[in-house]
T-cell receptor, first 113, second 112 residues
Framework: NAGVTQTPKFRVLKTGQSMTLLCAQD?????MYWYRQDPGMGLRLIHY???????AKGEVPDGYNVSRLKKQNFLLGLESAAPSQTSVYFC????????????FGPGTRLTVL | DAKTTQPNSMESNEEEPVHLPCNHS???????IHWYRQLPSQGPEYVIH???SNVNNRMASLAIAEDRKSSTLILHRATLRDAAVYYC?????????????FGTGTRLTIIP
């Protein structure tokens, strides 16, 4: 049982490049989330999904797109990376009831030059 | 979302109890109180949550004030591994309120 895994762990992009971050969970969780964390700050929700084929905007969705084609995977895309998107990205998953705990992945450190 | 207020930082000696306070004066009747912690260079991990009554689990205890406007996370015997940022988060139990809203938390330093 690997829990929540994220690929890649580190990435450096140039401004304008695109990339996709992959999140996978093996706990059969309905809900999945993408957060970003900037230095010295708490996590902010980018997008989330309440089930396969569904997505919804969080607090800071601009510049990102997401897809949930399979229940176990949640993809975060940056179509045209900007230096302001330099951050650590965390994926999380949880069971359906909203007050259940969220399980977080180890994070992806992204630098946009 | 109702907001929480936590001290920016706290220190505690190893093997002593730690009491981490959180104020949430605008809490609503359907808000659960959640605590997460984030160890250095890791994702957050769940610690405990409660609604009205005090709660205990293997990691910690949660003491909730009778008026629910404040709560305290209690680590009974701090170890060096407990050094982390602790987040107190209110989460509405209503369906459709899926997100966790993180503040800046309390950075706990454990002194050997």
């Amino acid at each position: 049982n690997a829990g929540v895994t994220q690929t890649p762990k580190f990435r450096v992009l140039k401004t304008g490049q695109s990339m996709t971050l992959l999140c996978a969970q093996d706990m059969n969780h309905e809900y999945m989330y993408w957060y970003r964390q900037d230095p010295g700050m708490g996590l902010r929700l980018i997008h989330y999904s309440v089930g396969e084929g569904t997505t919804a905007k969080g607090e800071v969705p601009d510049g990102y797109n997401v897809s949930r084609l399979k229940k176990q995977n949640f993809l975060l895309g940056l179509e045209s990376a900007a230096p302001s998107q330099t951050s650590v990205y965390f994926c999380a998953s949880s069971l359906m009831r909203p007050y259940n705990e969220q399980f977080f992945g180890p994070g992806t450190r992204l630098t946009v030059l | 979302d109702a907001k929480t207020t936590q001290p920016n930082s706290m220190e505690s000696n190893e093997e002593e109890p730690v009491h981490l306070p959180c104020n949430h004066s605008t809490i609503s009747g359907t808000d659960y109180i959640h605590w997460y912690r984030q160890l250095p260079s890791q994702g957050p991990e769940y610690v405990i949550h409660g609604l009205t009554s005090n709660v205990n689990n293997r990691m910690a205890s949660l003491a909730i004030a009778e008026d629910r406007k404040s709560s305290t996370l209690i680590l009974h015997r701090a170890t060096l591994r407990d050094a982390a940022v602790y987040y107190c988060i209110l989460r509405d139990v209503g369906f459709g309120n899926e997100k966790l809203t993180f503040g800046t938390g309390t950075r706990l330093t454990i002194i050997p």
